[in-house]
């Protein structure tokens, strides 16, 4: 099959304030066609979907160091962030990401049109092109998610269990101790503890008939080379495809 480091700051929060420096510095990802395979659909949009609300909710755990005197022992880490967003064809998409309390960093919003960028953090909306060269402008997009683990997934002779997921008819695939580069394929997570320790997954796809992802759980566990223990866990769910209430316009900044 083809296969296409949080960094520690004392153990922790530099390792989580990357994902939030990559999320302001960002292409519509979701509107283009690569990173999908003949087993499973990443670009819903070019495959009949007009727009499509989502979240994603990604979880950081490591173990902390024995000895809390040495200077350099890690801390623990437990941190969340989580994304809510919505994306329309055929290049617009808007979110807004929110991350633990420890972290102290406000949620950011951002709006996607075309090659254009407004992030507002504070009150302030500033606006910025973008380019096919840079991160995805929003983070843990469910393209973007499912582009890193498709190398890794082969569903010929697993079973599938039919269902839904939410408003969405699926057939669940479920793998255990998947062997995977997932998390290192995540621009917002490279450089990361988790891209270079977390290895084995649990994976659960739910695929539409156009075998799309309308819902993916992956877990992933690893270690440090001290033994530390680390593990970090993905849910991304889409819902309401096709509603026209998805409206995405520019944000008012005053007639900047």
Not at 67 to 90: F, H
Request: with cysteine; proline share 6%; hydrophobic share 35%.
């Amino acid at each position: 099959m083809k296969r296409c480091h949080p960094r520690t700051m004392t153990g922790g929060a530099r390792s989580v304030a990357m994902p939030m420096l990559v999320a302001i510095v960002s292409l519509l990802w979701w509107a283009c066609g690569g990173g999908s395979s003949d087993q499973v659909n990443c670009s819903p949009l070019e495959g009949g979907l007009t727009s499509y609300r989502f979240s994603s909710t990604v979880q950081l755990v490591t173990e902390g160091g024995e000895d809390a005197s040495d200077a350099d022992a890690s801390p623990g880490l437990d941190v969340t962030t989580q994304v809510i967003g919505e994306v329309r064809r055929p290049d617009r998409a808007k979110a807004v990401t929110s991350y633990s309390e420890s972290l102290g960093s406000e949620d950011l919003s951002v709006v996607v049109i075309g090659d254009t960028r407004w992030t507002l953090l504070g009150s302030d909306w500033s606006r910025t092109s973008i380019s096919d060269s840079d991160p995805p402008p929003i983070q843990f997009l469910p393209a973007t998610l499912c582009r890193a683990i498709v190398p890794d997934i082969d569903i010929t002779g697993v079973h599938a269990s039919p269902g839904r997921a939410g408003d969405i008819d699926t057939r669940r695939y479920h793998f255990d101790s998947l062997a995977s580069d997932f998390i290192s394929r995540l621009p917002e997570r490279e450089g990361g503890d988790d891209a270079m320790y977390v290895k084995t997954l649990i994976v659960d796809l739910w695929l539409t008939k156009d075998r799309w992802p309308a819902r993916m759980e992956i877990r992933g566990t690893g270690a440090y080379p001290d033994g530390r223990s680390i593990s970090a866990d993905f849910l991304m769910q889409v819902t309401d495809p096709n509603d026209e209430e998805i409206q995405i316009e520019a944000p008012d900044t005053g007639g900047e």
